[in-house]
C-alpha cells in the first residue's frame, strides 16, 4: 500500500524508498522524507526495483508504519504504565487495507535521489529475542520517525549510571518478563500476575568495542533486594527492600519497577548498569517469525507437556509459537531445571544472532522493515534510550562487536538445601564479576591478550619471595569502611602474610591500589601481586634499597572489590565456568 492510497503522501511508505545506489550497486533506504517525488512512475528503462516483492504483495502484508493510536495521552506524552505491575507491551497497530496490489505499484512515485548521505544502522534489544536484536541487526537501514511511536519508557528514578558514554563500556540490562499479556499467552501460567524478572541478561560491551560478555542471571538465585525508588501516577514511591528472596521478585512484585531489578544487580555484582531493555513473551514470537525462523539443534528427542514443544533430535528452523515454547521448555532438557532453561536460550540467541547477522537477512528489505517494527513494538526501555535517535547511537556502539567475540556465561551457583533455589557460589562468581568490572574478555581477543602478556612480563618478570618473608603495611584509601581489616584478615589467616599490620585510614581516598616497595623488596611485591590479583599498574617502586625490618604500603583503592576478588581481573574464566560463543552452534541435550 503506497502513500496516496492511504490519502497521506506525507507518510511514505518505507518500503517505496529502497534506491539504488550506484556508487555501491546496493539498495538503501534514504531517510530524507522531505525529498521531493517525481508525480510520474518510472519507465521501463528506469531504475529496477529493490528486491522485496512489492509489485505483487497485498495491502495487507505490505510492512509500513503503523498508528500510535491509544498510546499517547492528548498531550502527547507517552501513557505511563500502572504502578502496579510490569507495564505491558503495546499492542499491534490497525492496518488500513484500502488501496494496494499491482495498481498500487504502477502508481508509485519516484523517490527524488539524495546526494550523499552516510546510512544509518538501528538495533534493538529487551527480553530473550531483543538482546540478540542488541547484537545482530546492524545493516537496518531505516525511517526512524516512522518507529518512534513504537517504543513504550520508563523513568528509573536514577537507578543507572545516568546514560551509556562513547568512550567507555557500556552495561545493559536485558530483562524478558514472565506477564502473560498479548495474544495467545494466558494460558502460559499466572495470568494476572504483575509479572517477574523471568529471564535476566547483564549484557557488558568492553570500551574498546572488540568484545562482549552476557552474563545470564538465574531467576531463582537467592540474593538481597534492595530498597528502589519507583514513579507512580501518585507520585514516587520508595519499595522496602527484600533480604534472602528470590531474584525475579526484582521486578513486578511490591509495584518494583526494572530501576529495582538494576539496583538488585549492582547490589548482586558490584556491576553498574547504564540502560534497561524489557519485553515480554511476544517479543520471542515476532522477532523470530520476522527474520523467517531461527535454526535450533536438538541431541536428543524434546516432548515438554510444559512448554508444549515436541520435537525430534536434530536440527529444527523455529518461528513464532513454537520458538516461544523452545525458550520456555526445560523439563525436557540438561537437569530439568532453570538452568537448563537459561542454556537453551543462550544456544536460541547465538542462533538468532548469526541468523541476523546473514546475508539472508540483511539483504530484504522486507525483512529488514519486519525485524524492526517487530523490535521497537516489543521494548520498554528507560527514558535515557527512550527514542529511536537514542537507540541508533546506543546500537552503532554495539554493533562494533563480532559475534565471535560474544560470550555468554550464566553465573556460578550452588543448589540450596530447598531444592527449588539457588545460591552464589562466591568462589566462581566473585573472579567472573571481576572480569567484567575490570572489562576484561571471557574470549581470546588476540591483540588484547598480546599486549596484557607483555606488560605483565616486563612489570612482574623475576624471583619471588616466600610468604612469611612478605613484609607489608596495610592502609585504606578504598571508601569501604573496614576494608583494610579485612584484607589484613584475609592475608594472615588464609594466606599466611604474618608479618603484616593494619594502618588505618590513607591520607586521601585514591582510585586505584597501589603497592609501594623498594627496589630490594621487588621479590615480596611480586609474591603480594600474585596473592592478591594486582595488575602491573598498581606496583609503583621507589629508588631507594629499604633499610633493615622496614615494610611495603599496601593502599587499598577504589578498585578493591573485596578480599580474594582479584583487582586486575583474572585472565581467564574461573574453573568450572561454562562459557557459550555466539558464533558457534550448540545442540541442546
Not at 530 to 547: I, N
Amino acid at each position: 500500500m503506497d502513500a496516496q492510497s492511504r490519502g497521506r503522501a506525507d507518510e511514505i511508505d518505507p518500503a517505496d524508498q529502497w534506491v539504488l545506489n550506484p556508487q555501491t550497486g546496493n539498495y538503501e533506504l534514504r531517510l530524507d522524507q522531505s525529498s521531493a517525488q517525481s508525480s510520474t512512475a518510472p519507465s521501463a528503462g528506469g531504475r529496477s526495483k529493490p528486491p522485496s516483492g512489492r509489485g505483487s504483495r497485498s495491502a495487507s502484508r505490505t510492512p509500513g508504519p503503523r498508528n500510535a493510536e491509544g498510546r499517547r495521552s492528548a498531550g502527547g506524552r507517552k501513557t505511563p504504565a500502572p504502578a502496579n505491575e510490569v507495564p505491558p507491551q503495546r499492542s499491534r497497530r490497525s492496518v488500513d487495507a484500502s488501496g494496494g496490489g499491482a495498481a498500487a505499484a504502477a502508481g508509485r512515485r519516484k523517490r527524488k535521489q539524495q546526494k550523499s548521505g552516510k546510512k544509518k544502522a538501528l538495533m534493538w534489544t529487551g527480553g530473550v529475542v531483543a538482546f540478540a536484536i542488541v547484537v545482530g541487526g546492524a545493516g537496518a537501514y531505516f525511517v526512524y520517525s516512522k518507529l518512534d511511536g513504537n517504543l513504550n519508557t520508563i523513568d528509573i528514578k536514577g537507578a543507572g549510571s545516568g546514560g551509556f558514554k562513547k568512550d567507555q563500556a557500556v552495561n545493559i540490562l536485558v530483562i524478558g518478563t514472565d506477564k502473560r499479556t498479548g495474544a495467545g499467552n494466558q494460558s502460559y501460567g499466572d495470568r494476572n500476575s504483575p509479572g517477574h524478572a523471568d529471564t535476566t541478561i547483564l549484557f557488558h560491551v568492553s570500551k574498546d568495542r572488540t568484545n562482549a560478555t552476557a552474563l545470564s542471571i538465574p531467576r531463582d538465585l537467592i540474593t538481597d533486594i534492595p530498597a528502589c525508588e519507583t514513579k507512580t501516577d501518585q507520585g514516587t514511591k520508595t519499595i522496602p527492600g527484600t533480604p534472602r528472596t528470590r531474584f525475579n521478585e526484582s521486578l513486578g512484585q511490591s509495584e518494583r519497577d526494572p530501576g529495582c531489578t538494576m539496583r538488585t544487580v549492582k547490589e548482586l555484582t558490584g556491576i553498574e548498569v547504564d540502560h534497561f531493555m524489557m519485553a515480554d513473551f511476544n517479543a520471542v514470537k515476532t522477532m523470530s517469525t520476522a527474520v523467517g525462523g531461527v535454526e535450533v539443534c536438538l541431541d536428543k528427542d524434546i516432548d515438554d507437556k510444559k512448554s508444549k514443544l515436541k520435537l525430534p533430535a536434530g536440527k529444527h528452523v523455529l518461528k513464532g509459537e513454537d520458538a516461544l515454547a523452545f525458550v520456555r521448555t526445560r523439563h525436557s532438557v540438561g537437569h530439568g531445571g532453570d538452568l537448563s532453561r537459561i542454556e537453551i536460550q543462550q544456544q536460541f540467541l547465538s542462533s538468532m544472532i548469526r541468523k541476523m547477522k546473514s546475508g539472508d537477512t540483511l539483504s530484504s528489505p522486507t525483512k529488514m522493515w519486519d525485524l524492526a517494527n517487530a523490535a521497537t513494538k516489543a521494548l520498554t526501555v528507560d527514558t535515557g534510550i527512550g527514542s529511536i535517535k537514542k537507540l541508533q547511537d546506543l546500537g552503532m556502539e554495539l554493533a562494533k562487536v563480532n559475534p565471535k567475540n560474544i560470550t555468554f556465561v550464566t553465573i556460578p551457583v550452588l543448589d540450596n538445601a530447598d531444592g527449588a533455589t539457588v545460591l552464589l557460589n562466591e568462589s566462581q562468581a566473585r573472579p567472573l564479576f571481576s572480569m567484567i568490572q575490570s572489562d576484561t574478555s571471557l574470549t581470546e581477543v588476540e591483540q588484547k591478550e598480546k599486549d596484557a602478556k607483555k606488560k605483565a612480563q616486563n612489570q612482574l618478570a623475576g624471583k619471588r619471595a616466600p610468604v612469611g618473608d612478605v613484609r607489608v603495611k596495610v592502609f585504606n584509601g578504598s571508601g569501604t569502611q573496614g576494608a583494610a581489616g579485612t584484607t589484613l584478615d584475609w592475608l594472615q589467616n588464609q594466606k599466611r602474610v604474618l608479618k603484616s599490620s593494619n594502618e588505618g585510614n590513607a591520607p586521601q581516598k585514591l582510585p586505584r591500589t597501589i603497592l609501594e616497595y623498594a627496589p630490594n623488596q621487588a621479590d615480596q611485591a611480586r609474591t603480594l601481586a600474585d596473592l592478591m590479583g594486582l595488575p602491573a599498574t598498581a606496583l609503583k617502586q621507589g629508588t631507594k634499597d629499604a633499610q633493615g625490618l622496614e615494610a611495603m604500603t599496601l593502599t587499598l583503592g577504589a578498585d578493591f572489590k573485596g578480599v580474594g576478588v582479584p583487582i586486575s581481573g583474572p585472565a581467564k574464566a574461573p574453573e568450572g565456568v561454562k562459557t557459550v560463543e555466539a558464533d558457534k552452534q550448540v545442540c541442546a541435550k
